[in-house]
């Protein structure tokens, strides 16, 4: 049997036998090797092989999905962070601009009592 990760369900046929993927980790037969959707499937990268014990291949695909997750999860906090500062900083312009326009009245007001 074969390790591989597939991206896609792709089914292989050989004259006896029909072998199926998942997406994800699964084995196929050694035999699919030898067919031509098979070698398309490599080229195109629906699919990628690993050598090594199926235990020791699942443990490599496990500890990137945890990677993967764990960027995912930080890609959050950042993306929340950079929306929290964006507030912040719509907040302050607008404290700001209401600031500028109440000095611009209380000058016209001025100007006016002085006249």
Do not use: H
């Amino acid at each position: 049997m074969m390790n591989c990760l597939a991206n896609k369900i792709l089914e292989f046929k050989n004259e006896n036998e029909k072998a199926k993927t998942i997406i994800g980790f699964c084995q196929l037969p050694d035999w699919v090797q030898i067919d031509l959707y098979f070698k398309a499937a490599i080229m195109d990268g629906s699919i990628k092989t690993f050598q090594g014990s199926s235990n020791s291949v699942m443990e490599n695909v496990l500890k990137l999905e945890e990677k993967a997750a764990k960027l995912r999860d930080e890609t959050k906090v950042l993306e929340e962070q950079k929306e929290l500062s964006n507030t912040s900083k719509i907040a302050t312009e607008g404290i700001l601009d209401n600031i500028k326009f109440d000095d611009l009245l209380a000058e016209k007001s001025k100007n006016k009592k002085q006249k």
